[in-house]
């Protein structure tokens, strides 16, 4: 078991799901949108997921929850297939991403406290690598740099960039 302890002296374990979905045109990327009253990260992209609790054996079984609280996905519609390397993230977490493939129909039902949307981007996007840019920004008394993969209306940014970029790097091998 996996505690919700720091997984060191700073940082909160968490995981997420990267869920590939996957369509007769293509692989697609499955993203949710956050609510805008929420204390971390209002309005943000990101990948289901979250703290991992006490109760959850692993991250996965963390990933897997979360995904089923926030999008009404079910575990037993997805198809882990590997694990990405651990993101530290400048607000305090260690998110192990966990890749998820799952085949349509998909029955969504979003907590609308949590998500605002559920969306997808096709795999094909990400891996054009021309569709990353990378930022500068002081914040929090330093330089930090961070990826962002702007589609359509959708401004992808910080951890679930960095993931994604990640997921790229693992794709192209």
Same mark, same amino acid.
């Given at each position: 078991?996996? @505690?919700?302890?720091?997984? &060191?002296?700073?940082?909160?374990?968490? !995981?997420?799901?990267?869920?590939?979905?996957?369509?007769? $045109?293509?692989?697609?990327?499955?993203?949710?949108?956050?609510?805008?009253?929420?204390?971390?990260? =209002?309005?943000?992209?990101?990948? =289901?997921?979250? +703290?991992?609790?006490?109760?959850?054996?692993?991250?996965? *079984?963390?990933?897997? +929850? *979360?995904?089923?609280?926030?999008?009404?996905?079910?575990? &037993?519609?997805?198809?882990?297939?590997?694990?990405?390397?651990? %993101? &530290? #993230?400048?607000?305090? %977490?260690?998110?192990?991403?966990?890749?998820? !493939?799952?085949?349509?129909?998909? #029955?969504? @039902?979003?907590? =609308?406290?949590?998500?605002?949307?559920?969306?997808?981007?096709?795999? /094909?996007?990400?891996? &054009?690598?021309?569709?990353?840019?990378?930022?500068?920004? %002081?914040?929090?008394?330093?330089? +930090?740099? $961070?990826?962002?993969?702007?589609?359509?209306? $959708?401004?992808?940014?910080? @951890?679930?960039?960095?993931?994604? +970029?990640?997921?790229?790097?693992?794709?192209? /091998?």
């Amino acid at each position: 078991m996996v @505690a919700p302890a720091a997984v &060191d002296a700073q940082l909160m374990a968490a !995981a997420v799901l990267v869920p590939l979905v996957q369509r007769e $045109y293509g692989l697609q990327v499955l993203l949710t949108r956050r609510t805008a009253h929420l204390h971390h990260h =209002p309005g943000q992209i990101s990948f =289901p997921g979250g +703290r991992i609790e006490a109760s959850d054996a692993s991250p996965s *079984e963390a990933a897997l +929850r *979360e995904t089923a609280e926030e999008t009404g996905l079910q575990p &037993d519609v997805i198809e882990l297939i590997g694990e990405l390397p651990e %993101f &530290d #993230t400048s607000t305090g %977490f260690r998110i192990t991403p966990l890749v998820g !493939a799952i085949k349509p129909p998909l #029955t969504l @039902a979003p907590d =609308p406290f949590e998500v605002a949307e559920v969306f997808e981007v096709p795999l /094909g996007f990400f891996l &054009d690598r021309s569709n990353h840019q990378r930022h500068e920004i %002081f914040w929090r008394g330093r330089m +930090r740099q $961070y990826w962002a993969m702007p589609w359509g209306d $959708y401004y992808i940014w910080g @951890a679930t960039a960095g993931i994604i +970029r990640n997921l790229v790097e693992v794709l192209e /091998g």
